[in-house]
Antibody, heavy 116, light 112 residues
Framework: EVKLVEYGGGLVQPGASLRLSCEAS????????MEWIRQAPGKGLEWIAA??????????VYSASVKDRFTISRDTYKSILYLQMNTLKPEDTAIYYC???????WGQGVMVTVSS | DIVMTQGVLPNPVPSGESASITCRSS???????????LNWFLQRPGQSPQLLTY???TRASGVSDRFSGSGSGTYFTLKISRVRAEDAGVYYC?????????FGSGTKLEIK
């Protein structure tokens, strides 16, 4: 059974850092692109980062809104996808989802709140 | 970046009727392989999005045949036949033609 479980969210102050994790199981982690998507309260979906698969050297892509502040990475031995978020801003407040296989599978999401 | 623009539904839609949701892209989503890289999702309240269709018109596994996607390179429609209460939620289109991937702003469907 495929499972994606995000964790690591919480309440942080502006300027702080946070690392999200997405634990994957039920599929060959290295074969697939992995994505992070977020959804601000009451708003729509925003794609923010991708980690391509092993065949593409796990190369990464970012949206303009998080580039240079967020870093996507993966631990292929543990099958965990990470999102390191630095210099957080109030507008980063959102539910963060991981997804894969052309978004056919999503985690349950984890809430990040950036507020003083 | 490719901009995705979604239409609005005349809510609420009576149960058993059909509903069509539109989406337009600022650039053709047809790739050199001939496929159109357009996804449709449904997000029910409090849930993660669910993939409905990909490659514009291919239904995802387990998705009811009441959902059908169609369109051209830049104009797309998701038709929901015989709408049911469980179809209520927000529908999003998404282009996966190129990075950065982009979503439409969402179209809310309410059922009467």
């Amino acid at each position: 059974e495929v499972k994606l479980v995000e964790y690591g969210g919480g309440l942080v102050q502006p300027g702080a850092s946070l690392r999200l994790s997405c634990e994957a199981s039920g599929f060959t982690f290295s074969d697939f692109y992995m994505e992070w998507i977020r959804q601000a309260p009451g708003k729509g979906l925003e794609w923010i980062a991708a980690s391509r698969n092993k065949a593409n050297d796990y190369s990464t892509v970012y949206s303009a809104s998080v580039k240079d502040r967020f870093t996507i990475s993966r631990d292929t031995y543990k099958s965990i996808l990470y999102l390191q978020m630095n210099t957080l801003k109030p507008e980063d407040t959102a539910i963060y989802y991981c997804a894969y296989n052309n978004f056919d599978y999503w985690g349950q999401g984890v809430m990040v709140t950036v507020s003083s | 970046d490719i901009v995705m623009t979604q239409g609005v539904l005349p809510n609420p839609v009576p149960s058993g009727e059909s509903a069509s949701i539109t989406c337009r892209s600022s650039k053709s989503l047809v790739y050199k392989d001939g496929k159109t890289y357009l996804n449709w999702f449904l997000q029910r309240p409090g849930q993660s999005p669910q993939l409905l269709t990909y490659w514009m018109s291919t239904r995802a596994s387990g998705v009811s045949d009441r959902f059908s996607g169609s369109g051209s390179g830049t104009y797309f429609t998701l038709k929901i036949s015989r709408v049911r209460a469980e179809d209520a939620g927000v529908y999003y289109c998404q282009q996966v033609r190129e990075y950065p991937l982009t979503f439409g702003s969402g179209t809310k469907l309410e059922i009467k």
